[in-house]
Every structure is written in C-alpha cells, then in structure tokens.
Nanobody, 115 residues
Framework: VQLMESGGGSVQAGGSLKLSCAAS????????MGWFRQAPGRERELVSS???????SYAYSVKGRFTISRDNAKNTLYLQMNNLKTEDTAVYYC??????????WGQGTQVTVAS
C-alpha cells in the first residue's frame, strides 16, 4: 500500500487548505481511513476518520472547521480545512486502517498557519 499526501502549505490564520491522499496498491480496508497530525514536541493525534461504511468522526478541536471526504473511484481521501488557526500547524498524515488499527501511513505534508 502506498499513501501519498499533497496540498499542504503556508496560509494565514483564517485561511483554508485542502489536503489529498492518493492510495495505491492493495488498499482493502475493513475499518476505513484517517487523517492524523503531529506538531513539534507533541504526540501524533487523530484529526478525523471515515469508516468503510461512511461513519465520520472529528477531533473536538477541528469540529466545524474541517471536513473529511473520500472519492472511492479515485482511491483518494480528502481533508478540507477552513478557518485555520495557528494551533493547526503540524505535519498531516493520512493512514489506512486494517484489522482494527492504522497500519499504513503516508509520508506527511506540512501545514503552517501564520498569525
């Protein structure tokens, strides 16, 4: 499985970015995909996830600002991020969930939000 994120960059607070994660290879998943992020000095945290059945969840800190979606025909996962805050600055990773855990990871894309 290969996961390739794109769409990161630098924006001003209040701005928007849309991340994409293109998946290739044997991407069968029985528990969906997710977006994680890791800021310097902090642990990696789950930002949002979407199950195989379409069940969506968000971290409290991004609820109402971020939207996860997927295009199954393109094997692509998205994360629309609006009203970005400086505390959203992090490396964002997409991950594939199999057998109950996230086992496959992309290389990450940097998101920097300036005040």
């Amino acid at each position: 499985v290969q996961l390739m994120e794109s769409g990161g960059g630098s924006v001003q607070a209040g701005g928007s970015l849309k991340l994409s994660c293109a998946a290739s290879g044997y991407i069968f998943s029985n528990c969906g995909m997710g977006w994680f992020r890791q800021a310097p000095g902090r642990e990696r945290e789950l930002v949002s996830s979407i199950s195989t059945y379409g069940t969506i969840s968000y971290a409290y800190s991004v609820k109402g600002r971020f939207t996860i979606s997927r295009d199954n025909a393109k094997n692509t996962l998205y994360l629309q991020m609006n009203n970005l805050k400086t505390e959203d600055t992090a490396v964002y990773y997409c991950a594939l969930c199999r057998a109950g855990s996230y086992q496959d990871w992309g290389q990450g894309t940097q998101v920097t939000v300036a005040s």
